[in-house]
């Protein structure tokens, strides 16, 4: 399979701890493929909120894709909040292996009988910008979405943290969508 069929996603420490093999295969498959290296050329966007646009102009594929990043995190937080694998927001902004990962992860913590409180935080920069692909990079702050017991009390002592995630979003059929999604170790960033 390629990585764009197994695109790698998390979406918190709690969840890469929990899915931590999958990670390492999907990253030794990430590694095979090849790797999108920095571009000392890319350009970061001016820091705010980016909304999407419905327009098709050229250069309008960074703000598309990153308001389809941004959404794709507000429809994991809402999913979270019951850990709602069969959400049907999920493929709104997410596709392929991303997808898949994002429904494990909330498969476990239905299992786990966890949920999560709260909503990352995300500021993604743009790393590369072709008609159809964006790459981004992100500092996810993930210090106000915490997973709980059901009986409210917090799962563990850890407060979360801040980590590196590179994304990437590609257009489709169904518009822009995050297909590719790394997470690096809290304290990346």
């Given at each position: 399979m390629?990585s764009?069929?197994?695109?790698i996603?998390?979406?918190?420490?709690r969840?890469r701890?929990?899915?931590?093999?999958?990670?390492?295969?999907?990253?030794?498959?990430?590694?095979?493929s090849?790797?999108?290296a920095?571009?000392?050329?890319?350009k970061?966007?001016?820091?705010?909120?980016?909304?999407?646009?419905a327009?098709?102009?050229p250069?309008a594929?960074?703000?598309?894709?990153?308001?389809?990043?941004?959404?794709?995190?507000?429809?994991?937080?809402?999913?979270?909040?019951?850990?709602?694998a069969?959400?049907?927001?999920?493929?709104?902004?997410a596709?392929?292996g991303?997808?898949?990962?994002?429904k494990y992860?909330?498969?476990k913590?239905?299992?786990?009988k966890?949920?999560?409180?709260?909503?990352?935080?995300?500021?993604?920069?743009?790393?590369?910008?072709?008609?159809?692909?964006?790459v981004?990079?992100?500092?996810?702050?993930?210090?106000?979405?915490?997973?709980?017991?059901?009986?409210?009390?917090?799962?563990?002592?850890?407060?979360?943290?801040h980590?590196?995630?590179?994304?990437t979003?590609?257009?489709?059929?169904?518009?822009w969508?995050?297909?590719?999604?790394?997470?690096?170790?809290?304290?990346s960033?």
């Amino acid at each position: 399979m390629s990585s764009g069929e197994w695109g790698i996603v998390a979406f918190s420490e709690r969840v890469r701890r929990q899915i931590h093999g999958v990670f390492a295969a999907a990253t030794a498959l990430a590694l095979m493929s090849g790797c999108t290296a920095d571009r000392p050329d890319a350009k970061p966007l001016p820091e705010g909120t980016v909304e999407a646009s419905a327009s098709r102009e050229p250069g309008a594929e960074p703000m598309e894709a990153l308001a389809a990043y941004r959404a794709m995190w507000r429809d994991l937080s809402v999913a979270s909040e019951t850990s709602d694998a069969s959400s049907p927001v999920l493929d709104d902004h997410a596709t392929g292996g991303a997808l898949q990962l994002m429904k494990y992860g909330l498969r476990k913590a239905k299992r786990e009988k966890v949920v999560s409180k709260g909503t990352p935080r995300v500021d993604p920069k743009v790393i590369r910008a072709a008609k159809r692909e964006v790459v981004l990079r992100d500092c996810v702050d993930d210090r106000h979405w915490l997973q709980y017991k059901l009986n409210g009390e917090l799962k563990n002592s850890l407060p979360g943290g801040h980590f590196r995630a590179d994304a990437t979003v590609r257009h489709g059929e169904g518009g822009w969508k995050v297909a590719d999604l790394f997470m690096h170790e809290t304290g990346s960033c």
